[in-house]
Every structure is written in structure tokens, then in C-alpha cells.
């Protein structure tokens, strides 16, 4: 079936630095999604990305999706402790499940 | 929008114990997943279903459990006799029509089995 994979498993940052997590799909897919769960709670839909090659900002936070649209960044610049918590990447499998990734949990250091 | 309400928010049983998961999704969406999420394993989705009718459940780890969605408001999921390694925290999530809407979480169940 399809793998998501995610990777690093863990990142600690000083606060300010930059952060980013990679994401490799096993397969094409149609599109990727990014979640975020701060500690304790549940993961929160961030963006979608479609297109072959699509970058996408919010605010501090960059997201680009692969040309062969098999694989995926997030990319924070200057990081915030507000910043903490796991990122995941999903990706549909069989229409309509998704499947995420193991995460990136980021911990940042003020 | 009240958002996907999940019950209980924590649940503490014994081995062989019957445990009984709640999900309301949002309304109108007619999508409804149920994942578990472990150190160990991740998010891994168990089930999910549309319109009410179960679609998928190849992801159930085993004839212990058991789902069910009796109108397009309630959703349950059932372990029935639970055991230590059942312990984890249940999300259950919704969403709309169309392949790319996105998941919608409830807070989540946080089960210990001792």
C-alpha cells in the first residue's frame, strides 16, 4: 500500500533559526495536505497542495509540493514557540483515505 | 460550528473490559474517519465511512473491534474484550464531499487499558 514517509523524526531549534521537514510519498499522489498537532491536542488541517511544483506561503510557513508530485516540504523561517508541535504530511490513498505520515515533532528553545 | 465532539475525553478500564467510543461530526459532512494514534505507530486509520455505510475497515486490528454509524450525526467504535495494547489516544475526524477536503479532528479519546 502507500507509504508516507516523514523525516527528520524529531528537530529541536533556538528560537529564530529555520525548520524544515521533508515528506516522501511511495506513489504519485493527487494532492498532499499538511496538519499540525500542538502537544496535547489534535491535528489541525494547515494547507492543501495540488499542482506539480506548487509553493504556498502563510506567513513564516512555505510549502512546496514536488515536481513529480511525490514528495513535499514545510519550511518555517524563524521559527516561534508558538511554532511548536508535530507536522504531519498526508496523502489520499484509494480516493478518499488519507494517509499521514509519522510527523516531525518540532521543539524550539526560547 | 461546534467542530467533530468526541466522548469521553478520557477513558480508564481494566483488561477485558468493554469500551464504547462516541463521535458527533460536523454537520452536513458526510465523511467520517476513525484513527488511532500511538508513539509507536502513528496516525493508522482504522475505518471510515460515507454516508453512513462503512467503507473501508481494513485497518481494524482485529475482530475486537468494531464501528458503527447509525445516522449521519453518531458514530461509535467498540472494543470489546479491551487489552493493555489497545491503549492509545482516538481521533475521529470529518469532512465533505470532494477528495480534497480536508480532515476535520475531534479533541480525541485517550484510552488506557491497565
Known amino acids: 500500500g502507500q507509504q508516507v514517509m516523514q523525516i527528520p523524526q524529531y528537530q529541536h531549534v533556538q528560537e529564530g533559526e529555520d525548520f524544515t521537514t521533508y515528506c516522501n510519498s511511495s506513489?504519485?499522489?493527487?494532492?498532499i495536505q499538511w496538519y499540525k498537532q500542538r502537544p496535547g491536542g489534535h491535528p489541525v488541517f494547515l494547507i492543501q497542495?495540488?499542482?506539480?511544483?506548487e509553493v504556498k506561503k502563510q506567513k513564516r510557513l512555505t510549502f512546496q509540493f514536488g515536481e513529480a508530485k511525490k514528495n513535499s516540504s514545510l519550511h518555517i523561517t524563524a521559527t516561534q514557540t508558538t511554532d511548536v508541535g508535530t507536522y504531519f504530511c498526508?496523502?489520499?490513498?484509494?480516493?478518499?483515505?488519507?494517509?499521514f505520515g509519522g510527523g516531525t515533532r518540532l521543539m524550539v528553545k526560547p | 460550528d461546534a467542530g467533530v465532539i468526541q466522548s469521553p475525553r478520557h477513558e480508564v478500564t481494566e483488561m477485558g473490559q468493554e469500551v464504547t467510543l462516541r463521535c458527533k461530526p460536523i454537520?452536513?459532512?458526510?465523511?467520517l474517519f476513525w484513527y488511532r494514534q500511538t508513539m509507536m505507530r502513528g496516525l493508522e486509520l482504522l475505518i471510515y465511512?460515507?454516508?453512513?455505510?462503512?467503507?473501508?475497515d481494513s485497518g481494524m486490528p482485529e475482530d475486537r473491534f468494531s464501528a458503527k454509524m447509525p445516522n449521519a450525526s453518531f458514530s461509535t467504535l467498540k472494543i470489546q474484550p479491551s487489552e493493555p495494547r489497545d491503549s492509545a489516544v482516538y481521533f475521529c475526524?470529518?469532512?465533505?464531499?470532494?477528495?480534497?477536503?480536508?480532515?476535520?479532528f475531534g479533541n480525541g479519546t485517550r484510552l488506557t487499558v491497565t
Open positions: 506513489t504519485t499522489l493527487s494532492n
Open positions: 498526508a496523502g489520499p490513498y484509494a480516493g478518499n483515505m488519507l494517509t
Open positions: 465511512f460515507n454516508n453512513n455505510v462503512p467503507i473501508d
Open positions: 497542495l495540488v499542482k506539480s511544483g
Open positions: 454537520s452536513g459532512h458526510d465523511y
Open positions: 475526524a470529518s469532512r465533505g464531499t470532494g477528495v480534497n477536503s480536508p480532515l476535520h
